[in-house]
Nanobody, 120 residues
Framework: DVQLVESGGGSVQAGGSLRLSCVGS????????MAWFRQAPGKEREGVAA???????TYTYAAQGRFTISRDNAKNTLYLQMNDLRVEDTGVYYC???????????????WGQGTQVTVS
């Protein structure tokens, strides 16, 4: 079975940093396209950043310049380095995986359980 397990969330003051991780198993990690999404209370889930199998990244306007998505295929791990965090970055962050290059579309086949990020 495909599993995605996020970690690294927490509470941080505005201007601080966090690094999220997502470990994948049950699929050929290096062949899958990966992404980070987030969902704030009362809002729809939205894309944050995506990375293709070659390591090329796509960011939303809100994430550009502050967040960095990366992947370590040897460790089956996806990362999201978040700097200069803002209150509006608060939400549950999910990693997602798919065999198709969906970039920031929401139709990923596989999702993690999410990790809470709270910025105050």
């Amino acid at each position: 079975d495909v599993q995605l397990v996020e970690s690294g969330g927490g509470s941080v003051q505005a201007g601080g940093s966090l690094r999220l991780s997502c470990v994948g198993s049950g699929f050929t990690y290096s062949s899958f396209y990966m992404a980070w999404f987030r969902q704030a209370p009362g809002k729809e889930r939205e894309g944050v950043a995506a990375i293709d199998t070659a390591g090329s990244a796509t960011y939303t306007y809100a994430a550009q310049g502050r967040f960095t998505i990366s992947r370590d295929n040897a460790k089956n791990t996806l990362y999201l380095q978040m700097n200069d965090l803002r209150v509006e970055d608060t939400g549950v962050y999910y990693c997602a995986a798919d065999a198709v290059n969906l970039q920031l579309a929401r139709w990923y086949s596989y999702w993690g359980q999410g990790t809470q990020v709270t910025v105050s």
